[in-house]
């Protein structure tokens, strides 16, 4: 047995018809420029899930140094003790904090953030 699918033949004339009707909607609509688009908040996206980091130090090291660690090796960092930590969301610094615990837990407390409001966080 042989199957035989069902095509539907579309005319030439059709075809540019239907994209003469397309081209006439795309010249008349009018699309309102972006800053007349854009709501007075930022509540739309207010559910969106950001990655948010913590960086309380840094350095380089050589490979032979990386190869070198061990347990209980100690690596220094590029900050004093007691200075505040970089809090970054999605990897754009937003503001500085005190690393903290809270119910057995490393936390941070914000001593410093970035913008004027959080309109403007989210612009820059």
Same mark, same amino acid.
Request: charged residues 30%; hydrophobic residues 45%; negative net charge.
């Given at each position: ?13 059709? =075809?540019?018809?239907?994209?003469? /009707? ?6 008349? $609509?009018?699309? $309102?420029?972006?800053? /007349?688009?854009?709501? *007075? ?19 380089? %090291?050589? =490979?032979?140094?990386? &190869?070198? &660690?061990?347990? @209980? ?6 900050? &004093? *003790?007691?200075?505040? $930590?970089?809090? %970054?969301?999605? @990897?754009? &610094?937003? @503001?500085? @904090? ?11 407390? %914000?001593?410093?953030?970035?913008? $004027? ?8």
């Amino acid at each position: 047995m042989t199957e035989q699918s069902e095509t539907e033949v579309v005319e030439p004339e059709e =075809v540019v018809a239907q994209e003469a /009707d397309s081209a006439e909607t795309a010249e008349t $609509a009018q699309v $309102a420029p972006v800053e /007349d688009r854009t709501p *007075a908040s930022i509540d739309f996206v207010s559910d969106v899930p950001l990655e948010v980091t913590v960086e309380v130090g840094g350095t380089r %090291l050589l =490979v032979r140094d990386v &190869l070198a &660690l061990h347990k @209980g090796s100690v690596v220094e960092l590029d900050r &004093l *003790a007691g200075e505040p $930590a970089d809090v %970054l969301v999605n @990897g754009k &610094l937003i @503001g500085r @904090g005190e690393v903290a615990v809270v119910d057995d837990r490393l936390s941070v407390r %914000l001593v410093e953030i970035s913008g $004027a409001s959080p309109v403007a966080r989210v612009k820059s």
